[in-house]
């Protein structure tokens, strides 16, 4: 303190300082109060080899109300769902030429940042293998069997031939 300033003006100074001080810390205070309550959800959609996947389609589904929010991936594989209420979420990955991805079980809670990266494993192609095959030489259903004759056999076939002969 220098001699030649009033005692007042520095005191002055010093309550200024504390009331600055204070008021800062309330403006702290007031700033984490009003923080959002809602949570989100976001990660990253690769392949099974690691190799980014954009434009891929991610919904999430607030399990409780069945409410969903979509989104597609950006060029890097990136999605972010923004804004959701606390409870339990279904995340869901669809991308043609691919499995679907899904996972049931996703919390958040209060203020969360939920980090879910999601690989998808190829091979979502639906096939259809059709079996067409002509019935069966042998019938089950019944004690009966049949054969097809063609013209040469019948040809072959000795016609009147002797019967059974008599033995004396």
Sequence with gaps: MRSSEPMAAHLGRACLALLLTGLGALAGTTTAAAQDARGSIS??????????????SVTVVN??????????TSDQGRYAV?????GTYRVTATL????????EHIQVRVGDKVQYDVALEPGGVMEEIRVVADRPILETGSAT??????????????LGA????KLD
């Design 43 to 56: 990660g990253r959609v690769t392949d099974t080899s690691g190799a980014v996947l954009p434009g891929v």
């Design 63 to 72: 399990i409780d109300t069945n409410s969903p929010t979509t989104t597609t």
């Design 96 to 103: 043609d030429g691919f499995r679907t991805g899904v996972n």
């Design 82 to 86: 923004l804004y959701l209420l606390p």
């Design 145 to 158: 069997m049949g054969q097809v004759i063609d013209s040469k056999l019948i040809s072959e076939i000795p």
């Design 162 to 165: 002797p019967g059974p002969r």
